[in-house]
């Protein structure tokens, strides 16, 4: 049985990146928790705050430009905004720990593996260079390395773009993390080899116990991995409920057009519907809901309205004015 007692609150986060030419509010206002156990899926286009959300968790985001304008991130009760670097160096890599996006130039390509790996585990556990080295071994093997004490020897261009992704799984995992952020880790990987990797966390997952917080837009590994989703728009939660109910019964009108654009296997030719338009400037946003201008069911009040986050039906809820409308008619 998963512990109810969520080990990761975000609160009101507002991270902000200031320019000559604006503004730009990458995350406004994210609000969402996750359980030991559990995986969360974060889902939007590009440019719609994920990753900065991840960043802003882990007290990543360059400064300047960059800085957490507000809100709390709560990690087992204690608000990590509050910890001086120092304090978060301890964090990072040991109590929560992040596979970026791009394996390639995550990895220092003049060091090797091992090098790499070993510096990590000694970063944060209490062992020598001998006992370091075993543990990446034993870490290589969990994540399905063939060869793996030879392979430590290797640089990260001696590996496949698959391999180079399980290497950063191995030094994700390489503390046993309370928290795993994965940042679209099956990026640019084909499909066996995303479902290994895939299969793979889920796997290390129940073994753990850790709590992982699924980065993608790729729909597939929602629905293939996922508990709860939070749909993401322009830097805001446009939708969050569980997985079950967002393949079943999405609300909003962006996560409509995000369902209407996965290819379906049917015996029709039928063709993709795309979102219409493209994401808002961050440093001009539009007056009212950012989605209205890319919207075919916005109303009048939308291009003047900012909606909020609405409970429309148990764990779930909606920012969207259609909704609203839509229900006082029903109910009327």
Sequence with gaps: MKDETPILQVKQLHTHFFSKSGVVKAVDGVNFDIKPGETLGIVGESGSGKSITAMSIMRLIPSPPGKIVNGEVLFKGEDLLKKSEKQMRKIRGKEISMIFQDPMTSLNPVLTVEKQMIETILTHENMNKSQARERAVELMDLVGIP??????????????????????????????PEVLIADEPTTALDVTIQAQILELLNKLQ????????????DLGVVAEVCDRVMVMYAGKPVEFTEANSLFANPKHPYTWGLMNSIPKITSKKEKLEAIEGAPPDLRALPQGCSFAPRCKHAM?????????????????????LLYEETEKVIST
């Excluded at 060869?147 to 950063?168: D, I």
């Excluded at 073994?207 to 980065?215: D, F």
Aim: aromatic residues 4%.
């Design 147 to 176: 060869e793996s004490r030879n392979r430590l020897k290797n640089y990260p261009h001696e590996f496949s773009g698959g391999m180079r992704q399980r290497v950063m799984i191995a030094m994700a995992l390489a503390c046993n």
């Design 206 to 217: 129940k073994e753990l116990g850790m709590a992982i917080v699924m980065i993608t837009h």
């Design 300 to 320: 009048e009040q939308c291009l003047t309205i900012d909606p909020s986050i609405t409970k429309v039906e148990e764990s779930h809820h909606v920012r969207c």
